[in-house]
């Protein structure tokens, strides 16, 4: 079973940065695109973000495109996801999930979930 483990959530002021991280085995983190989705109180689960593990292709939801940047550190088996000019809109639960395939990622069906990072921002 694939193991993520998110964190580095918190409160921030509209306008303001954070890092998320998504820990995870070397042998998940060699082989698997990796990428992070959030839920919002009330909303369905929506994907922002997937770096590949092959080329770092990147891939943004339009909602994310200029704020936030997907990254990857081999090192660390880690993958971030910074992100900036945060609005109070971007308040959500932020997970990250692994998948073979980049195709597709986005509407893909997972087969769990993590517990996520909580990210407030006030306005």
């Known amino acids: 079973q694939v193991q993520l483990v998110e964190s580095g959530g918190g409160l921030v002021q509209a306008g303001g940065s954070l890092r998320l991280a998504c820990a995870t085995s070397?042998?998940?983190?060699?082989?698997?695109?990796i990428g992070w989705f959030r839920q919002a109180t009330g909303k369905e689960r929506e994907f922002v973000a997937v770096i590949s593990w092959s080329d770092d292709r990147t891939y943004y939801a339009d909602s994310a495109k200029g704020r936030f940047t997907v990254s990857r550190d081999s090192a660390k088996n880690t993958v971030y996801l910074q992100m900036t000019s945060l609005k109070p809109e971007d308040t959500a639960v932020y997970y990250c999930?692994?998948?073979?395939?980049?195709?597709?990622?986005?509407?893909?069906?997972?087969?769990?979930w993590g517990q996520g990072t909580q990210v407030t921002v006030s306005s």
């Open positions: 070397s042998r998940t983190f060699s082989s698997n695109n």
């Open positions: 999930n692994a998948r073979a395939s980049f195709l597709g990622f986005p509407t893909a069906d997972f087969a769990s």
